[in-house]
């Protein structure tokens, strides 16, 4: 059981930064896949990035690899997606999912727990 929060989501001019961050409640956020995900106005919700539940290994979607990195703090039940070269693009409602781990990082129906989305915004 968990509950999910994310947070830092805001306007940036295009090539800057932002750190979204997901809190997690409950002392099983260590067992679960990470999971970052987005959704464009208009456009169907689509996966960015996923990590692992001990952190040991990450994959991006092709459209933000090289520019977003994930990373996840068990110990603080806090997962982050650290983006940069921000691209109008991105320009996104961005979700965090906790679920389960074997099946495919990208595939949806694996996540279990879904947070209520941030708002990120790229100008330009």
């Known amino acids: 059981q968990v509950q999910l929060v994310e947070s830092g989501g805001g306007l940036v001019q295009a090539g800057g930064s932002l750190r979204l961050s997901c809190a997690a409640s409950?002392?099983?956020?260590?067992?679960?896949?990470m999971g970052w995900f987005r959704q464009a106005p208009g456009k169907e919700r689509e996966f960015a990035g996923a990590i692992s539940s001990s952190g040991d290994s990450i994959e991006y979607a092709d459209s933000v690899k090289g520019r977003f990195t994930i990373s996840r703090d068990n110990a603080k039940g806090t997962v982050y997606l650290q983006m940069s070269s921000l691209k109008p693009e991105d320009t996104a409602v961005y979700y965090c999912?906790?679920?389960?781990?074997?099946?495919?990082?990208?595939?949806?129906?694996?996540?279990?727990?879904w947070g209520q989305g941030t708002q990120v915004t790229v100008s330009s």
């Open positions: 999912a906790a679920g389960r781990q074997g099946g495919l990082a990208s595939n949806q129906k694996s996540y279990i727990y």
């Open positions: 409950g002392r099983n956020f260590w067992s679960y896949r």
